[in-house]
Protein backbone atom coordinates (compact mmCIF):
# COMPACT_ATOMS: atom_id res chain seq x y z
CA UNK A 1 0.00 0.00 0.00
CA UNK A 2 1.58 3.18 -1.23
CA UNK A 3 0.35 6.96 0.11
CA UNK A 4 0.98 10.47 -0.74
CA UNK A 5 3.25 12.55 0.52
CA UNK A 6 5.47 15.75 0.23
CA UNK A 7 9.43 15.24 0.89
CA UNK A 8 12.32 17.37 1.00
CA UNK A 9 14.46 14.87 -1.66
CA UNK A 10 17.20 17.04 -2.03
CA UNK A 11 19.94 19.48 0.20
CA UNK A 12 17.77 22.49 -2.07
CA UNK A 13 14.91 24.71 -1.98
CA UNK A 14 11.54 23.04 -2.05
CA UNK A 15 8.91 20.27 -1.40
CA UNK A 16 8.55 17.16 -3.68
CA UNK A 17 5.15 15.56 -3.36
CA UNK A 18 6.11 11.53 -4.28
CA UNK A 19 3.98 8.33 -3.72
CA UNK A 20 6.03 6.26 -0.80
CA UNK A 21 4.72 3.29 1.29
CA UNK A 22 2.49 3.54 4.01
CA UNK A 23 4.63 3.31 7.25
CA UNK A 24 2.19 -0.03 8.66
CA UNK A 25 5.13 -1.59 10.20
CA UNK A 26 4.31 -1.02 13.68
CA UNK A 27 6.59 -1.55 16.81
CA UNK A 28 4.91 -2.61 20.02
CA UNK A 29 4.14 1.31 21.07
CA UNK A 30 3.64 2.39 17.71
CA UNK A 31 -0.07 4.13 16.19
CA UNK A 32 -0.94 4.47 12.79
CA UNK A 33 -2.74 7.24 11.57
CA UNK A 34 -4.81 8.83 8.85
CA UNK A 35 -4.09 12.04 8.65
CA UNK A 36 -7.26 14.57 8.16
CA UNK A 37 -5.26 17.68 8.26
CA UNK A 38 -1.71 19.26 8.46
CA UNK A 39 -0.99 22.94 9.16
CA UNK A 40 2.42 24.48 8.34
CA UNK A 41 4.82 26.11 10.61
CA UNK A 42 7.48 28.75 10.27
CA UNK A 43 10.02 25.59 10.88
CA UNK A 44 8.14 24.21 7.15
CA UNK A 45 8.73 27.41 5.70
CA UNK A 46 12.49 27.54 6.97
CA UNK A 47 12.48 24.10 5.50
CA UNK A 48 10.67 24.21 2.59
CA UNK A 49 13.55 27.83 1.61
CA UNK A 50 16.82 25.25 2.47
CA UNK A 51 18.16 28.57 4.76
CA UNK A 52 21.07 28.11 6.93
CA UNK A 53 19.18 26.22 9.88
CA UNK A 54 17.64 23.87 7.80
CA UNK A 55 20.87 23.36 5.86
CA UNK A 56 22.53 22.63 9.26
CA UNK A 57 19.87 19.95 10.84
CA UNK A 58 17.63 18.28 7.70
CA UNK A 59 18.73 15.27 5.86
CA UNK A 60 17.40 14.63 2.93
CA UNK A 61 15.44 12.57 1.93
CA UNK A 62 12.25 13.01 4.58
CA UNK A 63 8.67 13.00 5.11
CA UNK A 64 8.14 17.16 6.05
CA UNK A 65 5.64 17.93 8.18
CA UNK A 66 4.79 18.21 12.31
CA UNK A 67 1.41 19.73 13.15
CA UNK A 68 -1.31 17.66 12.65
CA UNK A 69 -4.82 15.84 13.38
CA UNK A 70 -5.73 12.41 12.80
CA UNK A 71 -7.63 9.36 12.97
CA UNK A 72 -6.27 5.86 14.79
CA UNK A 73 -6.73 3.21 12.11
CA UNK A 74 -3.94 0.60 13.77
CA UNK A 75 -2.01 0.55 16.84
CA UNK A 76 1.08 -1.48 17.84
CA UNK A 77 0.56 -4.89 20.11
CA UNK A 78 1.12 -2.94 23.37
CA UNK A 79 -0.71 0.20 22.64
CA UNK A 80 -3.26 1.17 25.05
CA UNK A 81 -3.27 5.03 25.15
CA UNK A 82 -5.43 5.25 22.30
CA UNK A 83 -7.82 2.44 20.08
CA UNK A 84 -8.68 2.64 16.19
CA UNK A 85 -11.13 5.23 15.10
CA UNK A 86 -9.80 7.86 18.02
CA UNK A 87 -9.09 11.39 16.89
CA UNK A 88 -5.60 12.48 17.81
CA UNK A 89 -3.03 15.17 17.76
CA UNK A 90 0.30 15.00 19.24
CA UNK A 91 3.08 16.20 20.98
CA UNK A 92 5.77 17.03 18.06
CA UNK A 93 8.97 15.92 20.59
CA UNK A 94 9.83 12.77 21.11
CA UNK A 95 11.98 12.48 24.09
CA UNK A 96 14.23 9.81 25.58
CA UNK A 97 12.65 9.52 29.23
CA UNK A 98 16.33 8.78 30.27
CA UNK A 99 18.46 12.20 30.57
CA UNK A 100 18.66 14.43 33.51
CA UNK A 101 15.26 16.80 32.46
CA UNK A 102 13.39 13.42 31.25
CA UNK A 103 13.80 12.22 34.93
CA UNK A 104 12.91 15.15 36.63
CA UNK A 105 8.99 15.81 34.61
CA UNK A 106 11.10 18.42 32.37
CA UNK A 107 10.55 16.35 29.23
CA UNK A 108 10.03 19.63 27.33
CA UNK A 109 14.62 20.02 27.37
CA UNK A 110 15.03 16.47 27.40
CA UNK A 111 18.62 16.32 25.81
CA UNK A 112 17.83 13.80 22.76
CA UNK A 113 15.13 15.44 21.50
CA UNK A 114 13.65 14.19 18.10
CA UNK A 115 11.32 16.27 16.31
CA UNK A 116 8.55 14.51 13.91
CA UNK A 117 9.04 16.23 10.09
CA UNK A 118 12.69 17.27 11.25
CA UNK A 119 14.89 14.69 12.57
CA UNK A 120 11.65 12.16 11.81
CA UNK A 121 9.41 11.19 8.91
CA UNK A 122 6.74 13.88 9.48
CA UNK A 123 2.62 14.46 8.54
CA UNK A 124 2.80 15.96 5.30
CA UNK A 125 1.47 12.89 4.30
CA UNK A 126 -1.54 10.57 3.43
CA UNK A 127 -0.71 8.48 6.76
CA UNK A 128 1.82 8.68 9.78
CA UNK A 129 3.22 6.61 12.47
CA UNK A 130 3.79 7.99 16.21
CA UNK A 131 4.41 6.39 19.51
CA UNK A 132 1.39 6.36 21.77
CA UNK A 133 3.57 8.46 24.11
CA UNK A 134 3.12 11.76 21.95
CA UNK A 135 -0.64 11.34 20.85
CA UNK A 136 -3.81 13.64 22.65
CA UNK A 137 -7.08 12.01 22.43
CA UNK A 138 -9.52 14.92 21.55
CA UNK A 139 -12.35 14.25 23.88
CA UNK A 140 -14.05 17.54 21.51
CA UNK A 141 -16.92 17.92 18.91
CA UNK A 142 -14.71 20.58 16.82
CA UNK A 143 -13.83 19.88 13.54
CA UNK A 144 -10.20 17.79 12.79
CA UNK A 145 -9.23 20.78 10.67
CA UNK A 146 -9.09 23.04 13.65
CA UNK A 147 -7.58 20.69 15.75
CA UNK A 148 -4.35 20.21 13.80
CA UNK A 149 -3.01 23.97 15.11
CA UNK A 150 -2.80 22.67 18.38
CA UNK A 151 0.93 22.02 18.41
CA UNK A 152 1.64 25.63 17.97
CA UNK A 153 -1.10 26.71 19.63
CA UNK A 154 0.44 24.90 22.67
CA UNK A 155 3.63 27.07 22.38
CA UNK A 156 1.22 29.98 22.47
CA UNK A 157 -0.22 28.57 25.45
CA UNK A 158 3.34 27.84 26.93
CA UNK A 159 4.68 31.63 26.29
CA UNK A 160 1.63 33.31 27.54
CA UNK A 161 0.33 31.37 30.88
CA UNK A 162 4.04 30.77 32.61
CA UNK A 163 3.55 34.39 33.98
CA UNK A 164 0.02 35.37 35.92
CA UNK A 165 -1.85 37.73 33.06
CA UNK A 166 -4.70 37.26 34.41
CA UNK A 167 -6.19 41.30 35.22
CA UNK A 168 -2.38 42.22 34.02
CA UNK A 169 -1.44 44.77 30.97
CA UNK A 170 0.25 42.45 28.39
CA UNK A 171 2.16 43.17 25.98
CA UNK A 172 2.15 40.60 22.68
CA UNK A 173 5.55 41.04 20.39
CA UNK A 174 4.80 39.88 16.74
CA UNK A 175 1.55 38.85 15.12
CA UNK A 176 2.38 36.13 13.24
CA UNK A 177 0.46 32.69 13.64
CA UNK A 178 1.93 31.64 17.21
CA UNK A 179 1.62 36.01 18.41
CA UNK A 180 -2.14 35.66 16.99
CA UNK A 181 -2.93 32.98 19.29
CA UNK A 182 -1.43 34.50 21.65
CA UNK A 183 -3.25 37.66 21.91
CA UNK A 184 -6.51 35.47 21.63
CA UNK A 185 -5.49 33.55 24.26
CA UNK A 186 -4.76 37.00 26.53
CA UNK A 187 -8.15 37.87 25.75
CA UNK A 188 -9.53 34.59 26.70
CA UNK A 189 -7.57 34.74 30.53
CA UNK A 190 -9.24 38.48 30.87
CA UNK A 191 -5.48 40.12 30.41
CA UNK A 192 -6.45 43.61 31.77
CA UNK A 193 -4.98 45.38 28.33
CA UNK A 194 -3.22 43.76 25.67
CA UNK A 195 -1.23 45.60 23.38
CA UNK A 196 0.38 43.72 20.25
CA UNK A 197 3.26 45.02 18.42
CA UNK A 198 3.14 44.43 14.66
CA UNK A 199 4.39 45.86 11.39
CA UNK A 200 2.24 43.84 9.14
CA UNK A 201 -1.26 45.13 8.03
CA UNK A 202 -3.19 42.13 7.35
CA UNK A 203 -1.76 40.95 10.99
CA UNK A 204 -2.72 44.11 12.74
CA UNK A 205 -6.35 43.74 11.48
CA UNK A 206 -6.43 39.54 12.57
CA UNK A 207 -4.43 40.83 15.63
CA UNK A 208 -7.42 43.30 16.82
CA UNK A 209 -10.08 41.11 16.06
CA UNK A 210 -8.44 38.67 17.98
CA UNK A 211 -8.67 40.67 20.70
CA UNK A 212 -5.81 43.44 21.08
CA UNK A 213 -6.64 46.17 22.58
CA UNK A 214 -3.93 48.37 20.96
CA UNK A 215 -2.23 47.56 18.02
CA UNK A 216 1.22 49.52 17.68
CA UNK A 217 2.66 49.56 14.48
CA UNK A 218 7.09 50.59 14.51
CA UNK A 219 7.05 51.58 11.48
CA UNK A 220 4.78 54.39 12.09
CA UNK A 221 5.05 54.73 15.85
CA UNK A 222 7.79 55.16 18.52
CA UNK A 223 7.11 51.58 20.40
CA UNK A 224 8.76 52.21 23.68
CA UNK A 225 6.88 55.92 23.77
CA UNK A 226 3.27 54.72 23.00
CA UNK A 227 3.40 51.58 25.46
CA UNK A 228 4.35 53.76 28.43
CA UNK A 229 1.56 56.29 27.33
CA UNK A 230 -1.09 53.20 27.29
CA UNK A 231 0.76 51.68 30.56
CA UNK A 232 0.70 55.50 32.77
CA UNK A 233 4.16 55.79 32.41
CA UNK A 234 4.54 52.38 34.40
CA UNK A 235 5.39 49.84 31.36
CA UNK A 236 3.72 46.41 30.92
CA UNK A 237 3.05 43.81 33.34
CA UNK A 238 4.33 41.09 30.63
CA UNK A 239 6.04 40.95 27.59
CA UNK A 240 5.76 38.11 25.69
CA UNK A 241 7.92 37.79 22.67
CA UNK A 242 7.23 36.25 19.51
CA UNK A 243 9.03 38.00 16.77
CA UNK A 244 12.78 36.96 17.01
CA UNK A 245 13.15 40.69 15.67
CA UNK A 246 16.71 42.52 17.55
CA UNK A 247 14.85 45.70 17.65
CA UNK A 248 11.96 44.82 18.71
CA UNK A 249 13.07 42.53 21.83
CA UNK A 250 16.18 45.50 22.83
CA UNK A 251 13.03 47.91 22.85
CA UNK A 252 10.83 45.61 25.31
CA UNK A 253 13.69 45.73 28.00
CA UNK A 254 12.78 49.24 28.05
CA UNK A 255 8.70 49.17 28.29
CA UNK A 256 8.65 45.98 30.73
CA UNK A 257 7.45 47.21 34.05
CA UNK A 258 9.58 47.10 37.44
CA UNK A 259 8.91 43.62 38.52
CA UNK A 260 7.59 42.42 35.19
CA UNK A 261 7.70 39.54 33.51
CA UNK A 262 8.97 38.61 29.99
CA UNK A 263 8.45 35.32 28.61
CA UNK A 264 10.52 34.95 25.09
CA UNK A 265 9.58 32.21 22.38
CA UNK A 266 11.03 34.24 19.15
CA UNK A 267 14.65 33.03 17.50
CA UNK A 268 16.82 35.94 16.70
CA UNK A 269 19.41 35.40 14.06
CA UNK A 270 21.59 38.14 15.92
CA UNK A 271 23.20 39.15 19.26
CA UNK A 272 20.58 40.84 22.00
CA UNK A 273 21.98 43.94 23.38
CA UNK A 274 20.50 45.35 26.31
CA UNK A 275 21.26 47.40 29.62
CA UNK A 276 21.56 44.35 32.15
CA UNK A 277 22.01 46.37 35.30
CA UNK A 278 19.46 49.05 34.51
CA UNK A 279 16.82 47.16 32.59
CA UNK A 280 16.98 43.56 34.71
CA UNK A 281 18.71 43.95 37.72
CA UNK A 282 17.25 46.92 39.19
CA UNK A 283 14.24 46.59 37.55
CA UNK A 284 13.98 43.36 39.22
CA UNK A 285 12.75 41.85 36.07
CA UNK A 286 12.22 37.44 34.99
CA UNK A 287 12.67 35.90 32.04
CA UNK A 288 11.42 32.66 31.24
CA UNK A 289 12.70 31.22 27.87
CA UNK A 290 9.99 29.18 26.11
CA UNK A 291 11.01 25.33 25.04
CA UNK A 292 7.95 23.64 22.95
CA UNK A 293 4.95 22.61 25.61
CA UNK A 294 5.55 21.86 28.62
CA UNK A 295 4.58 17.76 28.47
CA UNK A 296 1.76 17.21 29.02
CA UNK A 297 0.33 20.10 31.44
CA UNK A 298 0.40 22.87 28.61
CA UNK A 299 -1.86 20.20 26.55
CA UNK A 300 -4.24 20.35 29.37
CA UNK A 301 -4.37 23.83 29.35
CA UNK A 302 -5.09 24.18 25.58
CA UNK A 303 -7.95 21.34 25.23
CA UNK A 304 -9.90 22.55 28.07
CA UNK A 305 -10.06 26.04 26.75
CA UNK A 306 -10.87 24.32 23.19
CA UNK A 307 -12.95 22.52 25.06
CA UNK A 308 -14.92 25.13 26.61
CA UNK A 309 -14.95 27.80 23.28
CA UNK A 310 -12.60 30.06 24.53
CA UNK A 311 -10.57 30.35 21.51
CA UNK A 312 -11.20 32.15 18.55
CA UNK A 313 -9.94 29.15 15.81
CA UNK A 314 -12.21 30.30 13.23
CA UNK A 315 -10.29 33.53 13.02
CA UNK A 316 -6.52 32.09 14.05
CA UNK A 317 -6.71 30.01 10.66
CA UNK A 318 -7.47 32.32 7.95
CA UNK A 319 -6.71 29.90 4.79
CA UNK A 320 -7.48 26.51 4.28
CA UNK A 321 -6.31 24.12 0.92
CA UNK A 322 -6.75 20.63 -0.40
CA UNK A 323 -3.38 18.61 0.54
CA UNK A 324 -2.31 18.92 -3.15
CA UNK A 325 -2.19 22.62 -3.43
CA UNK A 326 1.06 22.66 -0.88
CA UNK A 327 2.42 25.25 -3.54
CA UNK A 328 -0.09 27.42 -2.84
CA UNK A 329 -0.60 26.91 0.80
CA UNK A 330 3.45 27.71 0.79
CA UNK A 331 2.68 31.02 -0.95
CA UNK A 332 -0.11 32.54 0.92
CA UNK A 333 2.11 31.38 4.26
CA UNK A 334 5.27 32.95 2.92
CA UNK A 335 3.52 36.20 2.48
CA UNK A 336 2.92 37.25 5.77
CA UNK A 337 -0.92 38.11 4.37
CA UNK A 338 -2.40 35.28 6.60
CA UNK A 339 -2.98 33.89 10.31
CA UNK A 340 -2.24 30.00 10.39
CA UNK A 341 -2.29 27.93 7.12
CA UNK A 342 -3.90 24.18 7.24
CA UNK A 343 -4.06 21.60 4.55
CA UNK A 344 -7.37 19.20 4.43
CA UNK A 345 -7.02 16.17 3.30
CA UNK A 346 -9.73 13.30 1.69
CA UNK A 347 -11.46 10.63 4.40
Known amino acids: MEMNAYIKETRDAGFKKVTKPI ?11 KVLATSICGTDVHIYKWDRWSQGRIKPPLTVGHEFSGRVIKVGSEVTKVKVGDI ?33 DGCFAEYARMPQYNLIVNHTKTEPKYLSIQ ?6 VHTMLHFDIVDKTVAVVGCGPIGLMGVNIAKAMKSKKIIAIEVNDYRIKLAKELGADVVINPLKEDVIKRVLEETDGRGVDVVTEFSGNKTAIEQSFKYV ?23 VVFKGVSIYGVVGRRMFETWDQLTAM ?21 EEAMATMISGNSGKVVLVLEE
Open 88 to 120: VSAETHIVCGTCEFCQRGEYHICENTKIIGVDT
Open 306 to 326: IKHNQLDLEKIITHFYPFDQM
Open 23 to 33: PDQLKPDEVLI
Open 257 to 279: KAGGKMSMLGIVSSNIEIDLSTD
Open 151 to 156: EPLGNA
